[in-house]
């Protein structure tokens, strides 16, 4: 029962708080894992005769932390700008929007990436 409580009597928590450092490390290893998804699920579907006579291809956009997209928000028709979160393994993705909306799994259908000039 008293797992339950984050915090003691004294006020400190059973679960200490984690360092600006430790914070990014944990967001470069999560970055450099999500690549390594990536490129195995591009040589998957290049390499997959199954795949390949299903018909599919490889997705012409892997969508990752921090790339800057045009979503749609709900049922809206017209999609506005948006920055990538988190990317899911089933495809969808945490999504925030300039206007401050949040979407925690928006699916990849509801996404387009932003040219760059």
């Not at 797992?3 to 290893?29: F, H, N, W």
Request: proline content about 5%; overall charge positive.
């Amino acid at each position: 029962i008293t797992d339950v409580y984050l915090t003691r009597s004294d006020g400190s928590s059973k679960y200490p708080r984690r360092t600006p450092d430790q914070m990014r490390y944990e967001r470069a290893i999560r970055k450099e894992q999500q690549e390594r998804v990536d490129q195995f699920m591009a040589a998957a579907f290049s390499q997959s005769k199954e795949v390949q006579a299903l018909g599919f291809t490889v997705p012409e956009r892997l969508f990752k932390r921090g790339m800057r997209v045009k979503a749609r928000y709900g049922k809206e028709f017209y999609a506005t700008a948006a920055t990538v979160g988190e990317v899911h393994p089933d495809g969808t993705m945490q999504i925030r929007w300039d206007t401050g909306r949040y979407e925690e799994r928006l699916r990849p259908e509801k996404v387009e990436t932003v040219e760059r000039p």
